[in-house]
């Protein structure tokens, strides 16, 4: 699977006729973006009251601390409410990273954060490893493999500091 370890998810995992990971827009994957911490509960999902603060990038990567890593998986890491996923849109957020495996619940079969991703035609990327990341502005770069056909992509990502 392409959807192990840090990873950029395309349209067409969650939407019927959407685009394979090798027709994502690659400025998408590389910009400004903002760290922020976020307050994760297991098994539950992450509300606009959640945020500290209103986001100041296109891209916002959310460290929720909810999952322990890809050697011991645990199945109750955090997931996105559809509203916050609506709120980031209107905020301008064109791309989310979390540091959970998926930004819906484990459980959740419709799949609501990803449909509301698919609705506004914004980015995800999950698995990253944010633990040891301080929160503030970076310049973030995930390229995915433009793997035709497929729904996903392995990325490298790596955030380095703004002056």
């Known amino acids: 699977t392409v959807h192990l370890g840090a990873h950029a998810d395309a349209p067409n995992h969650y939407g019927l006729d959407a685009r394979g990971v090798h027709e994502q827009p690659l400025e998408l994957y590389w910009g400004p973006c903002e760290v ?90 999950e698995g990253l490893d944010l633990a040891e990341v301080p929160e503030g502005r970076y310049e973030f770069v995930a390229l995915p493999l433009p793997l035709v056909g497929f729904d996903g992509s392995p990325v490298r990502a790596v955030l380095r500091s703004l002056p």
């Open 36 to 125: 922020m911490r976020v307050s994760g509960r297991r098994g539950r999902r992450v509300a606009i009251d959640d945020l500290p603060r209103t986001p100041s990038e296109p891209r916002l990567l959310l460290a929720t601390g909810t999952f322990e890593g890809f050697e011991v998986f645990n199945e109750d890491f955090a997931g996105l409410e559809p509203a916050l996923v609506d709120h980031l849109h209107t905020m301008g957020v064109r791309l989310v990273g979390v540091d959970t495996p998926s930004v819906d619940l484990l459980d959740d079969a419709t799949i609501m954060a990803h449909q509301r991703f698919l609705a506004h035609d914004m980015a995800i990327v």
